[in-house]
């Protein structure tokens, strides 16, 4: 158990829809990632945040946002979803932001759009 | 050219023979170097991460991996190959060179086979 928790641990919806996942971030951990895991993509980094600010983004897309509330979780807003936006997505945190640091990871929420 | 490289989709070996898996680093510099482990319907889990030092780094489970600067590569390595340690492994960098982002290989499936 990484100490990372995420739910819900799966979310089927619909076309046209709107979701959030939340992560709680491991006791003591300031940084949250958050990732999408798909067949055709693989692992592709999304967004972070440390202690309440975003500090950088990768692929994410206009439709995705997230945040990071005051007592460090974190949550990622997915709307008008699209078939293609079906995949596994994991948040991760680590104590800081140094690159050294390894990240936890939470076991994710399979999203499934029909 | 891909940043992380994990060129075998699938590496088989039998059990108590010793495992290798391999990665390469596409940029030049002094990146932090990740080795991930996932299990089925499971989150990524933390294997052990090169820093600085010495090229031979241990990690969980009886990990191990070379790091060899000359030939960006980074494989990660075991001596005798557990049918449990069956699964996903993912190679990963990061540093200034990568955004400060954690990039992710393809990832290699292993099986061992008893």
């Known amino acids: 158990d990484s100490g990372v928790t995420q739910t819900p641990k799966h979310l089927i919806t619909a076309t046209g829809q709107r979701v959030t996942l939340r992560c709680s971030p491991r006791s003591g951990d300031l940084s949250v990632y958050w990732y999408q895991q798909s067949l055709d993509q693989g692992l592709q980094f999304l967004i972070q945040y440390y202690n309440g600010e975003e500090r950088a983004k990768g692929n994410i897309l206009e439709r995705f946002s997230a945040q990071q509330f005051p007592d460090l979780h974190s949550e990622l807003n997915l709307s008008s979803l699209e078939l293609g936006d079906s995949a596994l997505y994991f948040c991760?945190?680590?104590?800081?932001?140094?690159?050294?640091?390894?990240?936890?990871f939470g076991p994710g929420t399979r999203l499934t759009v029909l | 050219a891909q940043s992380v490289a994990q060129p075998e989709d699938q590496v088989n070996v039998a059990e108590g023979n010793p495992l290798t898996v391999k990665c390469t680093y596409s940029v030049s510099g002094n990146p932090y170097l990740f080795w991930y482990v996932q299990y089925p319907n499971r989150g990524l889990q933390f294997l052990l991460k090169?820093?600085?030092?010495?090229?031979l780094v241990k990690g969980s489970y009886g990990f191990e991996a070379e790091f060899n600067k000359s030939q960006t590569s980074f494989h990660l390595k075991k001596p005798s190959a557990l049918v449990s340690d069956s699964a996903l492994y993912f190679c990963a960098v990061r540093g200034p060179e990568y955004g400060n982002k954690l990039v992710f290989g393809a990832g290699t499936i292993l099986r061992v086979k008893s």
């Open positions: 090169y820093i600085t030092g010495d090229n």
């Open positions: 991760a945190s680590s104590v800081g932001l140094e690159n050294y640091n390894e990240q936890f």
